[in-house]
Nanobody
Framework: EPELVASGGGSAQSGGSLRLSCIISGYTSNLGWFRQAPGKEREGVATIDKAETPRYSDSVKGRFIISRDDANSAMYLQMNSLRPEDTAMYYC???????????????????WGQGAQVTVSA
């Protein structure tokens, strides 16, 4: 079973930038980032398939960039122009089905990292 370890995140002011990293062992196909704010359901942020095709939620499109480095078993999420509504626990995930990748559905991903907190202040 794949193991995912997320790192990065932290605190930023509105308009600032942060970068998340995820090291993945034992898996090299579909990867994704998801987030969950207090009192809300987990939602998709971005996914990237083996061909490095990225997909983004409408809320982060144009601000966040997902990338992967298979040589180093890593995935990244560059978060720019941060907003207070981006505040959440961010999770990296692996193994998403084609529907999970295309539609950013959290329930279609079997493997998860432990989460990294991102807090954006106004």
């Amino acid at each position: 079973e794949p193991e995912l370890v997320a790192s990065g995140g932290g605190s930023a002011q509105s308009g600032g930038s942060l970068r998340l990293s995820c090291i993945i062992s034992g898996y090299t196909s579909n990867l994704g980032w998801f987030r969950q704010a207090p009192g809300k359901e987990r939602e998709g942020v971005a996914t990237i398939d083996k061909a490095e095709t990225p997909r983004y939620s409408d809320s982060v499109k144009g601000r966040f960039i997902i990338s992967r480095d298979d040589a180093n078993s890593a995935m990244y999420l560059q978060m720019n122009s941060l907003r207070p509504e981006d505040t959440a626990m961010y999770y990296c995930a692996a193994g998403g089905s084609p529907v999970g990748v295309r539609d950013l559905r959290p329930d279609a991903w079997p493997y998860w990292g432990q989460g990294a907190q991102v807090t954006v202040s106004a």
